[in-house]
């Protein structure tokens, strides 16, 4: 049916001397053919976004692209996610990433079929979860991380303290009792390097590397006003390499030929400590922490179905290959056998 406006605009039509549709008319054409395009474009995306009856993805980061984003974790979750899908389809798993808990309201729509993903869950985190569901959330670790402070693969440098990386990096450096620093030749640097500005990049608040540096090397404080803040690990990696007076911190993975790892230790009469596999592993690495998945398992029965194949996949052979891709530390056998017998699941 042709409605009133498209009769006014037929109406207004008019020919050229040639009997060639005029310019105005012309133009109205183009109009309506780039609002037509725009129609089946859009309509095409809203079928991508929501999907139809039929062969929608089931599997799904409940969180959406925003909570996920484009950080290290959640890009391994997202590939996570598609692994186990090629050989469960029609499951339906919800993840979400841990530190969207420690929001305000979390809880009020939490589901209990989600899965979190993530690092060590605060208390006011935990506490929600209880609340809500009248036992805590069960911790399984999968994986292991280590954030790393890295600088240029020319840069001298032989370690640095926590308190150190702190005067670097912290708008209040003050938390560990040291000053603020602003040079190399601060750091112990001699020679040409004595009065060379520090470029400090790092990481920004959106990713969970953020959260886990400030709290044990910033006191909890913030990054100062200097550092140049960049999306993830690899872009911070990036930076550094360009720049011989660089310095910034990501995860382990970001150690490539053109940046350099700077052995840490936790104190100044403590020794430097590089961080490797083998000492993460140990635990003589001072950042080294475990990824978790977290998940609702009501202590008097076995966590079951989809949930429980999941975090078995993901302590499996293929997805501690997956972790170990994108800079993650296999978990020990050891462990991964602790793992499933503490969601009761069986062996691995």
């Known amino acids: 049916m042709i409605s009133r406006a498209?009769?006014?605009?037929?109406?207004?039509?008019?020919?050229?001397?040639?009997?060639?549709?005029?310019?105005?008319?012309?133009?109205?054409?183009?109009?309506?053919?780039?609002?037509f395009l725009?129609?089946?474009?859009?309509?095409?995306?809203?079928?991508?976004?929501?999907?139809?009856?039929?062969?929608?993805?089931?599997?799904?980061?409940?969180?959406?692209?925003?909570?996920?984003?484009?950080?290290?974790?959640?890009?391994?979750?997202?590939?996570?996610?598609?692994?186990?899908?090629?050989?469960?389809?029609?499951?339906?798993?919800?993840?979400?990433?841990?530190?969207?808990?420690?929001s305000p309201g979390a809880f009020d729509e939490a589901?209990?079929?989600?899965?979190?993903?993530?690092?060590?869950?605060?208390?006011?985190?935990?506490?929600?979860?209880?609340?809500?569901?009248?036992?805590?959330?069960?911790?399984?670790?999968?994986?292991?991380?280590?954030?790393?402070?890295?600088?240029?693969?020319?840069?001298?440098?032989?370690g640095m303290t926590l308190a150190q990386a702190g005067s670097v990096f912290s708008r209040s450096p003050m938390c560990r009792g040291a000053q603020y620093l602003a040079t190399w030749g601060a750091l112990g640097l001699i020679g040409e390097w004595r009065t060379r500005p520090l470029q400090v990049f790092a990481i920004g608040s959106a990713d969970d590397v953020y959260d886990y540096f400030s709290e044990?090397?910033?006191?909890?404080?913030?990054?100062?006003?200097?550092?140049?803040?960049?999306?993830?690990?690899?872009?911070?990696?990036?930076?550094?390499?360009?720049?011989?007076?660089?310095?910034?911190?990501?995860?382990?993975?970001?150690?490539?030929?053109?940046?350099?790892?700077?052995?840490?230790?936790?104190?100044?009469?403590m020794p430097f400590v590089a961080p490797s596999e083998r000492n993460a592993v140990s635990g003589a690495y001072p950042l080294t922490r475990f990824l978790h998945i977290y998940v609702n398992k009501s202590p008097n029965r076995p966590l079951a179905g989809v949930q429980a194949d999941f975090v078995r996949f993901v302590l499996s052979a293929e997805g501690q290959q997956i972790a170990s891709r994108y800079g993650y530390i296999p978990v020990t056998p050891d462990v991964a056998k602790k793992e499933q017998k503490l969601i009761g699941t069986g062996q691995p």
């Open 6 to 35: 498209d009769r006014r605009v037929a109406g207004s039509v008019r020919l050229g001397s040639r009997g060639q549709p005029s310019r105005r008319f012309s133009g109205l054409i183009r109009q309506g053919i780039h609002l």
């Open 38 to 102: 725009a129609a089946v474009l859009l309509a095409g995306g809203a079928g991508a976004v929501y999907g139809s009856s039929e062969g929608a993805e089931t599997i799904s980061g409940d969180a959406g692209s925003d909570e996920l984003g484009a950080s290290d974790l959640g890009r391994l979750i997202r590939d996570w996610t598609s692994a186990f899908q090629r050989d469960h389809a029609g499951a339906t798993l919800r993840l979400r990433p841990a530190r969207s808990l420690a």
């Open 111 to 158: 589901r209990g079929d989600a899965i979190y993903v993530g690092y060590r869950l605060n208390r006011e985190a935990i506490d929600g979860f209880s609340r809500k569901l009248g036992y805590k959330p069960t911790p399984i670790r999968v994986a292991l991380d280590a954030v790393t402070i890295f600088v240029h693969r020319d840069n001298p440098i032989r």
């Open 216 to 269: 044990q090397v910033l006191c909890g404080g913030a990054l100062g006003e200097f550092v140049q803040v960049r999306p993830d690990s690899g872009s911070v990696a990036g930076a550094v390499s360009e720049s011989l007076n660089a310095i910034g911190y990501g995860r382990g993975d970001s150690t490539t030929v053109s940046v350099k790892p700077v052995p840490l230790a936790v104190d100044a009469n």
